[in-house]
């Protein structure tokens, strides 16, 4: 599976939007984009993800570039519990064809009031 | 059960000793994870069940380090001759065959004495 690189940690004031952005430039035609994220004392939790077209959900929008090189993550309303270890993850998906699921170090996102 | 459940919630055992962890995964997911996280760390894949599939072991760290999955339900992630080094957070994770979503327990906090 592709590696990813994502900045170490960042803040955002609560009620603003927080954009998490990942690289992923060795991503492989059938590999798709995933989002965790891990609160403090708690197993990770499903984000979104996406294969090449923008995707939104209830959560959170996943903004993927042209090339696929990169993808933002679009929280549009952080709030106090969004405060949290974002995890961008490259996967191999599909019918009998599922890739493991590799964390890397994660984007510790800090929503202060 | 409505979600992944890992037994026991909070292992200690002295250094030396054999140790199972317990996953009962999600009824009728296919896969099922294991992962480490040591204090402060990412998570760390360890094995990976996908049905019939031969299990992707390249994440253990070594021959201590086994787990299987009976009936393609329950897992057991055994430890033996436990170190130090081995205190962790072990998380199970289950997902129906090539669906995106991968769903955590709480995992088991094990510290060795």
């Known amino acids: 599976d592709a590696k990813t690189t994502q900045p170490t940690s960042m803040d955002c004031a609560e009620g603003r939007a927080a954009n998490l952005p990942c690289n992923h430039s060795?991503?492989?035609?059938?590999?798709?984009v995933y989002w965790y994220r891990q609160i403090h004392s708690q197993g990770p939790q499903y984000i979104i993800h996406?294969?090449?077209n923008n995707e939104t959900n209830e959560m959170a929008s996943l903004i993927i570039t042209e090339d696929r090189k990169s993808s933002t993550l679009i929280l549009p309303h952080a709030t106090l519990r969004d405060t949290a270890v974002y995890y961008c993850i490259v996967r191999v998906m599909g019918r009998g064809n599922t890739g493991k699921l590799i964390f890397g170090q994660g984007t510790t996102l800090q929503v202060k009031p | 059960g409505a979600g992944v459940s890992q037994s026991p919630s909070n292992k200690v055992t002295e250094k030396g000793k054999d140790v199972e962890l317990r996953c009962d995964p999600i009824?009728?997911?296919?896969?099922l994870y294991w992962y480490r996280q040591s204090l402060g760390q990412g998570l760390e894949f360890l094995i990976y069940f996908q049905g019939n599939s031969a299990p992707d072991k390249s994440g253990l760290p070594s021959d201590r380090f086994s787990a299987e999955r009976t009936g393609g339900s329950v897992s057991t992630l055994t430890i033996q001759r436990t170190q130090q080094e081995d205190s962790a957070v072990y998380l199970c994770?289950?997902?129906?065959?090539?669906?995106?979503?991968?769903?955590f327990g709480q995992g088991t906090r094990l510290t060795v004495v």
């Open positions: 060795t991503i492989s035609g059938n590999e798709y």
């Open positions: 996406g294969l090449k």
């Open positions: 994770a289950s997902s129906l065959a090539g669906h995106t979503e991968a769903f």
């Open positions: 009824s009728g997911h296919t896969a």
